[in-house]
């Protein structure tokens, strides 16, 4: 769908303390919107920055909360407010990801039937792998990050939702996981790609194990949500998807493995790490308090 025809897609995007690059990011796929609904999960909100997101040439409803509840809860806020208005379709982002070139989801809104319950664009670094393993404009696909996907907004409805009590980490397994449970399809585009960023890179030089390495570092207290999230979604769907279950575990080792030999402050990592563990065997959920 180019800007200029009639638009029948809203979005949502997620804040926590943005930056003003988020600006730029918002403008790369603002034309194709109604509506993007922006949900500020920030404590401590810049409010120039927000002044000049909701002058933007566009309809912006602007949420704050005045307290992080956490990526599935905001995604869920947007989706409901967008169906209230009767969008059948939610484009969801990151505040750090954004669209390249002019290309966006074309044919979306015609050759996408409710069988399908989201479609993503392609992160630019496996832009390569989707041309060689897909030869169709739309190719069906396991999972995809909750960022840079229009979803279908009767499926989010249908499965329940993104899971709160997640509050982060693997929300987006799980709802792919719940959607594919239900019989919906995912699919991915080869024509649209997105740009995002995940953590921050790091040049370990504190051992023989790390000397040149580059290789991305996540805050001590995602490991915390890592740890007990990726051992919720293998004891939730242990007999639905065992497949997937023994990748993650796998994740989850090479995590631990990654800890040890590579990540400075270890004790500290270590700590949250084993703290999500404990949660997980206590069944505590939802946002890190303790």
Not at 47 to 73: P, S, T
Not at 214 to 240: A, D, E, G, M, Q
Request: with cysteine; charged share 25%.
């Amino acid at each position: 769908m180019k800007p200029g025809n009639k638009k029948t897609l809203a979005g949502c995007i997620v804040l926590y303390n943005p930056t003003n690059s988020v600006i730029k990011n918002i403008e790369s796929y603002l034309p194709f919107l109604n509506t993007l609904y922006v949900i500020d999960n920030t404590e401590c909100v810049d409010e120039e920055l927000i002044k000049k997101i909701k002058l933007l040439d566009a309809e912006i409803v602007y949420i704050q909360q005045g307290d992080n509840k956490g990526i599935a809860w905001a995604l869920n806020k947007g989706a409901a407010l967008a169906l209230e208005l009767g969008y059948q379709w939610l484009l969801t982002m990151d505040q750090d990801s954004y669209f390249l070139g002019n290309e966006f989801f074309d044919s979306w809104h015609t050759n996408i039937n409710y069988t399908i319950g989201l479609v993503a664009a392609s992160y630019t670094n496996d832009y390569d792998r989707w041309q060689k393993e897909y030869s169709q404009l739309y190719n069906e696909i396991h999972f995809a990050v909750t960022s840079g996907n229009i979803i279908n907004l009767k499926s989010w409805e249908n499965v329940g939702g993104f899971e709160e009590k997640l509050f982060i980490d693997e929300v987006d397994h799980d709802y792919c996981l719940k959607l594919r449970k239900h019989g919906f399809k995912i699919l991915i585009s080869k024509k649209v790609l997105m740009g995002h960023m995940v953590g921050q890179l790091y040049n370990g030089r504190n051992n023989e194990f790390t000397e040149n390495k580059i290789f991305i570092l996540h805050s001590p207290l995602r490991y915390y949500y890592i740890s007990r999230n990726v051992l919720y979604l293998c004891k939730k769907y242990f007999f639905t998807d065992f497949d997937f279950i023994a990748r993650r575990f796998y994740y989850l080792i090479k995590a631990l493995v990654k800890i040890l030999l590579m990540y400075p402050d270890k004790v500290i990592y270590l700590g949250f790490f084993f703290k999500g563990i404990k949660d997980f065997a206590l069944s505590r959920y939802n946002k890190y308090d303790h």
